[in-house]
């Protein structure tokens, strides 16, 4: 079936240090959401991705959707240590049924 | 504040205990969502409301109820719950949609989670 697979599964950086999350579907995808979560708390939208090789920065953050739009990714500046939780990508199935499908996430822990 | 409100944000219920989840959004969102996250595994849909209309019940286990009222309210009734139904249950909310295709095209507004513990 569809899947969405992230890479690595966890990360631990130095604060200071960069920090990227890979996202790949098994299908291409018509658009391409990032989510955090924090420990103990709730995803959060971060952005939506639409346009093959679309990027988009927040500040420190720097998301790319590949040219296939199958693949994405999350880069993180310099992290600090409220970069700290999951982020978690999800895009929409193909065909008739649209719900999101999910990575597992990767899981960032910043070392002070 | 993230404009949706979960309730109980923690509850611990026998197997034979009946109790229910409520979601309610500020939003002026028309879908509605319950996932169910547990550990090492992907967010777990469960059920979807696209005004108001049941859209999706991704093979869950009679003993999960969804009720959606109104588009602001969702509730998760349940009963007789086993111990592996233990996890995180979060509600969200997006723009609803009026052609099928148009789903998935919003992200979602997650409520903060009820932790349910099943004894």
């Known amino acids: 079936g569809q899947q969405v697979m992230q890479i690595p599964q966890y990360q631990h950086v130095q604060e200071g240090e960069d920090f990227t999350t890979y996202c790949n579907s098994s299908?291409?995808?018509?658009?391409i959401q990032w989510y955090k979560q924090r420990p103990g708390g709730h995803p959060v939208f971060l952005i939506q991705l639409v346009k093959s090789g679309e990027v988009k920065k927040q500040k420190r953050l720097t998301f790319q959707f590949g040219e296939a739009k199958k693949n994405s990714s999350l880069h993180i500046t310099a992290t600090q240590t409220t970069d700290v939780g999951t982020y978690f990508c999800a895009g929409p199935r193909t065909g008739n049924n649209r719900k999101l499908i999910w990575g597992l996430g990767t899981s960032l822990a910043v070392n002070p | 504040e993230t404009g949706v409100t979960q309730t109980p944000r923690h509850l611990v219920m026998g197997m034979t205990n009946k109790k229910s989840l409520k979601c309610e959004q500020h939003?002026?969102?028309?879908?509605m969502y319950w996932y169910k996250q547990s550990a090492k595994k992907p967010l777990e849909l469960m059920f979807v409301?696209?005004?108001?209309?049941?859209?999706e019940n991704n093979s869950v286990p009679s003993r999960f109820s969804p009720e959606c009222p109104n588009s602001s309210h969702l509730f998760l009734h349940l009963h007789t719950l086993q111990p592996e139904d233990s996890a995180l249950y979060l509600c969200?909310?997006?723009?609803?949609?009026?052609?099928?295709?148009?789903?998935?095209?919003?992200?979602?507004?997650f409520g903060s989670g009820t932790r349910l513990t099943v004894v």
């Open positions: 409301y696209n005004f108001k209309e049941q859209t």
């Open positions: 969200a909310s997006s723009q609803g949609y009026l052609h099928p295709e148009r789903e998935g095209r919003y992200g979602y507004t």
């Open positions: 299908t291409t995808l018509s658009n």
């Open positions: 939003l002026g969102h028309n879908a």
